[in-house]
């Protein structure tokens, strides 16, 4: 199954993304704003989820919150 982001766009390993929603974080100081870009994400096996760096933490991020970077 192919992972899209919230527009549809089909994710690849190496893109870049954008999150669209400011979200929470549990454990982090602090909230992942919304505009925050996430540049080189790898696929998971969920393909609702993807891995990917913010402000130098991996994190897992579902894809409905996410939209690809032209």
Do not use: C, H, Y
């Not at 190496?14 to 929470?24: A, E, F, N, P, R």
């Not at 540049?39 to 891995?51: S, Y």
Request: charged share 30%.
């Amino acid at each position: 199954m192919e992972t899209k982001d919230s527009n549809g766009n089909i994710l690849n390993e190496g893109d870049s993304v954008t999150v669209i929603k400011t979200l929470k974080v549990k454990g982090m100081a602090s909230d992942i704003k919304q505009g925050t870009a996430v540049k080189n994400i790898r696929l998971t096996d969920d393909p609702k989820a993807i891995e990917g760096k913010v402000n130098g933490t991996v994190l897992v991020l579902k894809t409905e919150f996410l939209k690809k970077k032209n």
